[in-house]
């Protein structure tokens, strides 16, 4: 499966952003789906994810109650909906993929395909 990401941009601490996420290639709803982050200097991590079927989802601590993860697989999209932005935020967003294989969604090492990613700044 191929990802696009897209979507980032510039905006002021408070706002809000909304990332996609546009698949091609294999069948999209056999997948679950993550989005990541990495900031300068720092690992890259999980922000969010969401099951094959959109039944199950995970969100890192640090964004719990300010984003959002949505797919629609009939149009092969994921998306990211980023609500009162800290300038912490400030980092490069990767979707990724992985089938359905009923680990944990949590389990960063279980995702194959990768999205070039999109930046995502936040100026205080």
């Known amino acids: 499966v191929q990802l696009q990401a897209y979507g980032g941009g510039l905006v002021q601490a408070g706002g809000s952003l909304r990332l996609s996420c546009a698949a091609s290639g294999r069948t999209f709803s056999a997948y679950d789906m993550g989005w990541f982050r990495q900031a300068p200097g720092k690992e890259r991590e999980l922000v969010t994810a969401i099951s094959w079927g959109g039944s199950n989802t995970y969100f890192a601590g640090f964004v719990k109650g300010r984003f959002t993860i949505s797919r629609d697989n009939t149009k092969n999209s994921v998306y990211l909906q980023m609500n009162s932005l800290k300038p912490e935020d400030t980092a490069i967003y990767y979707c990724?993929?992985?089938?359905?294989?009923?680990?944990?969604?949590?389990?960063?090492?279980?995702?194959?395909?990768w999205g070039q990613g999109t930046q995502v700044t936040v100026s205080s």
């Open positions: 990724a993929a992985r089938l359905y294989s009923g680990l944990g969604l949590s389990r960063t090492s279980t995702y194959d395909y």
